[in-house]
């Protein structure tokens, strides 16, 4: 008889559980369990003379370091991850038999890992670049993952063209630069010559590419798979992960300024909101189309290039993920977790989309040479929390104690066991779609229309959106040194827009188009980011404030963002703590030299009897920033003075006033994210 798993929200925990160590409060030993009596000094042939070769522990010790590092992926390197569960809202038993969306009571234990794609292990999160939104689902029938980025398009349409957008847009291989983007000539080069490009390109250079957080970035699956029910009828099927606190963004200059400050930015905010009890949550989504209207639309189905418009094919919400516990261990967890789009369960199946089958080789064998062998499924982050059982042995760092001398299938010693499941036992059976053609290396006709979604996606951006999206083509290709390809990008995008195209060409000294422009009219209005959910919640708000301040009325003002779920740290010239009217007093968060506008949603300015001018002059600097980032300004007391001297006062989102009122509007404006009907210059 097989096991029957049992499994909940806990299951992974409870694993991961067996494997976790402390090593406070306990003596020192070297890896084979013995004490060591010292650890700073090696053994030496006297006080002043040579290191001895039987020093067991100094090898140990060093060696082990020496082989400290492994690979990195070789995209997507710099990641973040946290545990969660995802629960279901309804079942999907009509569209799938896979057994984690049959039961709304049934709580899936899962991982994510977020990351971009581009830069080393070790560069900025912040920086313009696609983000991977990885999920690995421990379920009863096995590992589901589900590899989605945070925009619902891809570079090229084939697998085969991976190696080479890769090359295109990494580092250049003479002299490694420049770092984490696709601002040089390689990159856009690539995209000049390979059109299928377009529609993805013209979403990296939109305000997506540049998350807030990971915390209000959405996840999308971008392939068409396939959903199988229990009569073995198939729908087509696309994920979505839809973040509850809305998809918000940076602004470019903002960006580039906090990847200085803080490197970390996007790493240290989910670390934080998850340590703080302010789990992240994201509705999952699925569009689905029947079989019967595979060629119903106006672009091919199969085309990892296209979008479902939402308009078009609703987004069905069927569940929740909440990440709420973070790792143990980075390395043991988020660097050895290993993702794969060919994990599925049954009911779950591919289609015939060339990039996702090119996808179903490269991952495991990326892990073979990044994980150090096959058998890296034993690593507990990655091992499944359902039993598994086959005739697969030995290999590097095997884990598994496989009982018995039978090793192979068909075999009578065990009973012809372990032994393949039955589709009614679980047994996975690939969908039986028809297939029939000639063995060719040529694409359908169907996947050659590669500016109609990209001007859709024009057309749905606000005015602001468009700007930015701009600004972002003129410093992308201002960084390109071939003038030769930025005319050619410049063309490439006069067939989707040519006032898109003609702005640009103005800003980086080249032709405007001479191409013709897509005639779509239609737009999406999901795609703009400004109709996506606002909400001041979990919002970081810096307060500037310096001895003399007004107490109680400041107190009532943090006790107000406290009370909606604002979070605030306190900004002053030096640490310690300031001390306002009443001898109310706050402990300083942080100085002028420690942090910087750029890393605060919002500021809330008050001053204190004790301004002098250096401490105006940097507080002016804060001010400033922030309202050129369009952010939410609140000034009580002698902050108004900051306000009234850069003639900020009646600006969209700058608020001043005490009590009540002013609480409620500050909120207001933090909740409406950015200001972005602002004279900025
Ligand atoms: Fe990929 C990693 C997402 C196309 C080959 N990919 C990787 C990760 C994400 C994605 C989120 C990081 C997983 C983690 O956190 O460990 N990749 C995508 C999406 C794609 C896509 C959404 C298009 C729809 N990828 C793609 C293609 C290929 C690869 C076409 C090759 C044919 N991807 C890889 C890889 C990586 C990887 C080289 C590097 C590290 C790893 O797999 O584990 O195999």
Request: hydrophobic share 35%.
């Amino acid at each position: 008889m097989s096991e029957t798993p049992k499994i909940n929200e806990n299951s992974k925990q409870e694993q991961l559980e067996q494997f976790r160590v402390d090593d406070a409060n306990q003596k020192m030993t070297t890896n084979q369990g013995l004490k060591v009596s010292e650890d700073e000094l090696s053994l030496t042939a006297g006080e002043r003379g040579p290191t001895l070769m039987e020093d067991f522990h100094f090898r140990e010790k060093m060696t082990h370091f020496d082989h400290e590092r492994i690979p990195e992926r070789v995209v997507h390197a710099r990641g973040s991850g946290a545990h969660g569960v995802f629960e279901l809202y309804e079942s999907m038993k009509p569209y799938t038999k896979a057994k984690f969306l049959q039961d709304p009571n049934v709580k899936t234990p899962v991982f994510v890992r977020f990351s971009t794609v581009v830069g080393f292990r070790g560069s900025s999160d912040i920086v313009r670049d696609v983000r991977g939104f990885a999920t690995k689902f421990y379920t009863e029938e096995g590992n589901y993952d589900l590899v989605a980025n945070n925009m619902p398009v891809f570079f090229i349409q084939d697998g085969i063209k991976f190696p080479d957008i890769v090359h295109a847009i990494k580092p250049e291989p003479h002299n490694e630069i420049p770092q984490a983007t696709g601002a040089h000539d390689t990159f856009w080069d690539f995209v000049a010559n390979n059109q299928e490009s377009a529609h993805q390109v013209m979403w990296l250079m939109s305000d997506r590419a540049i998350p807030k957080s990971y915390r209000t970035m959405q996840g999308f699956g971008i392939h068409t798979f396939r959903f199988v029910n229990d009569q073995g009828k198939a729908h087509f099927v696309k994920f979505h992960w839809i973040p509850k606190l809305g998809v918000h963004s940076l602004v470019w200059d903002e960006a580039q300024k906090i990847a200085g400050k803080n490197p970390d930015f996007n790493r240290q905010d989910l670390f934080d909101a998850i340590e703080m009890g302010n789990f992240p949550e994201y509705e999952f989504g699925v569009q689905i189309i029947e079989e019967k209207d595979e060629f119903s639309f106006d672009f091919d189905i199969l085309d990892p290039t296209k979008l479902w418009p939402e308009e078009d094919v609703p987004v069905k919400i069927i569940g929740k993920l909440t990440l709420n516990r973070n790792v143990d261990n980075f390395f043991a967890e988020t660097e050895q977790v290993a993702f794969h789009p060919g994990h599925v369960v049954p009911g779950i199946d591919f289609t015939n989309d060339p990039l996702l089958q090119g996808r179903l080789f490269s991952y495991t064998d990326t892990q073979l040479i990044r994980l150090g062998g096959p058998n890296f499924h034993e690593i507990p982050i990655n091992k499944p929390v359902c039993p598994f059982h086959n005739n697969q042995r030995d290999g590097y760092h095997r884990q598994t104690i496989n009982k018995g001398p039978v090793a192979y299938h068909n075999n009578s010693l065990a009973a012809n066991t372990p032994s393949p499941a039955s589709e009614s036992e679980g047994g996975f059976v690939h969908y039986q779609e028809k297939v029939e053609g000639k063995i060719v290396r040529s694409r359908s006709d169907s996947f050659n229309d590669h500016f109609s979604q990209v001007k859709l996606f024009w057309n749905s951006m606000s005015p602001t959106e468009k700007n930015h999206i701009i600004s972002a083509f003129s410093y992308e290709l201002g960084h390109v040194k071939n003038m030769a390809i930025r005319q050619h990008v410049v063309d490439m995008y006069g067939n989707v827009d040519s006032a898109l195209a003609t702005e640009v060409a103005k800003n980086i000294g080249v032709n405007p188009p001479t191409t013709e422009e897509s005639n779509v009219t239609k737009s999406s209005p999901v795609l703009s980011q400004e109709n996506t959910f606002m909400s001041h919640e979990t919002r970081k708000v810096g307060v500037i404030l310096q001895n003399g301040f007004q107490g109680e009325e400041v107190k009532e003002v943090l006790q107000g963002l406290n009370v909606s779920k604002i979070m605030y740290e306190t900004i002053s010239d030096k640490q310690g703590v300031v001390t306002g009217t009443n001898n109310v007093e706050l402990k300083v968060d942080e100085t002028f030299t420690t942090t910087g506008a750029v890393l605060y949603d919002a500021i809330y300015i008050i001053g204190g009897s004790e301004v002098d001018e250096a401490f105006y002059k940097n507080a002016e600097h804060f001010v400033n920033e922030a309202f050129k980032h369009y952010k939410p300004i609140g000034a009580s007391h002698d902050g108004v003075k900051w306000l009234e001297e850069s003639n900020l006062i009646g600006s969209p989102g700058v608020v001043d006033g005490s009590g009540q009122k002013f609480i409620k509007q500050f909120i207001e404006a933090i909740g409406a994210h950015r200001h972005w009907d602002r004279n900025v210059i």
